[in-house]
């Protein structure tokens, strides 16, 4: 065989193996998997922001059930309460160290009658009335960088990972440590980096489901502890060569001079689906898998200009139709609803 038709070959490969990747897509975004969100309304808005009702530094939120919204700002050291439709309603806090005070809050839940808000400087979860009247708090043992409360007000709780230490601490509503599981993560063999064992947590009243933020990983533990199922999302290849990128560079870190990437921001749990917040640079992908780990649907955002995104937290309705919450950091802190494009 000539010259020619070597390339003439190569060509045909090559176009066939196009093609093929172009069919995959097309057929993943026709199977349903992959669904457009369309920004449909936001709060506060530039109305608002006029009457000095806005946020910064946000990075907490929850919905309770009857709709109402509390999102932090933590520059303020304030907690703001909007309705469903981002009419704003009141807020409350102020900086300090005393009851009711806020330095730096880290997460709100929405529990029945009780607001919970995690302060990780002053170590303690604050419990409030729904309109944000301080009732009482508990003191914590260590710095927390998220929890879960379940049905039965166990706090599940995710410490800052320090080698040799499980991933989770189960404490009571007093502030007891009650036990603790969930092993870290051993990277490429012998390698394990805190980093990497970073992670957010959610659950679902039987379960809960631990998701790391800079490695592609979701575990799912019952409640006591013992693991049930893990999931790699090997469907999703561009998020498992971000976790790869993770490794590399911090198999030998330098602080402050090596980068990585957080790839999740958060997880949440909603009528029997699990949802996992992705951040990417045009845009953020709200990933939504059943129970059991089984990709459903990836809804995609993408930014029309060059101003960036960053979500920090998400709230999800699934009634009448699935609508989305989303808390963006950058370029500004606000709440953008979204809904599925049709």
């Not at 839940?109 to 708090?137: F, N």
């Amino acid at each position: 065989m000539n010259k020619a038709a070597d390339h003439n070959a190569v060509a045909i490969l090559m176009l066939l193996v196009i093609s093929a990747a172009m069919a995959m897509s097309e057929c993943k975004k026709a199977s349903g998997i992959e669904a457009r969100l369309e920004l449909t309304s936001y709060f506060p808005s530039e109305a608002q922001d006029e009457r000095s009702i806005w946020l910064n530094q946000a990075v907490a939120m929850a919905e309770s059930a009857d709709g109402r919204f509390y999102v932090c700002n933590n520059q303020e050291k304030t907690v703001s309460i909007f309705d469903r439709n981002g009419r704003f309603i009141r807020k409350f806090g102020q900086p300090g160290q005393g009851p009711g005070d806020f330095q730096m809050i880290q997460k709100i839940i929405c529990d029945t009658g009780a607001i919970w808000i995690m302060d990780s400087m002053k170590q303690e979860i604050g419990l409030y009335d729904p309109d944000g009247s301080y009732v009482r708090h508990i003191k914590l043992f260590k710095s927390y960088q998220d929890i879960w409360i379940s049905p039965d007000k166990r706090i599940f709780a995710v410490p800052r990972p320090r080698a040799g230490s499980n991933l989770v601490d189960v404490i009571d509503d007093t502030g007891k440590f009650l036990y603790s599981f969930g092993e870290p993560v051993k990277f490429s063999g012998s390698f394990s980096n805190n980093i990497l064992n970073s992670a957010k947590i959610a659950g679902d009243g039987r379960s809960i489901v631990l998701l790391f933020v800079s490695y592609p990983l979701a575990r799912k533990y019952g409640r006591d502890g013992s693991l049930i199922k893990e999931w790699s999302f090997d469907e999703i290849p561009e998020v498992n060569e971000k976790g790869q990128e993770n490794i590399e560079r911090l198999r030998n870190y330098n602080p402050g001079r090596t980068g990585y990437s957080r790839i999740f921001e958060a997880v949440e749990s909603k009528n029997g689906s699990w949802y996992f917040l992705r951040n990417r640079k045009s845009g953020i992908d709200i990933i939504k898998t059943d129970d059991e780990f089984r990709l459903r649907r990836i809804y995609r955002y993408e930014v029309t200009d060059d101003s960036g995104y960053y979500a920090m937290d998400m709230e999800i309705e699934t009634a009448p139709a699935e609508r989305f919450y989303i808390l963006r950091w950058v370029p500004m802190s606000r709440v953008e609803v979204f809904s599925p494009k049709e």
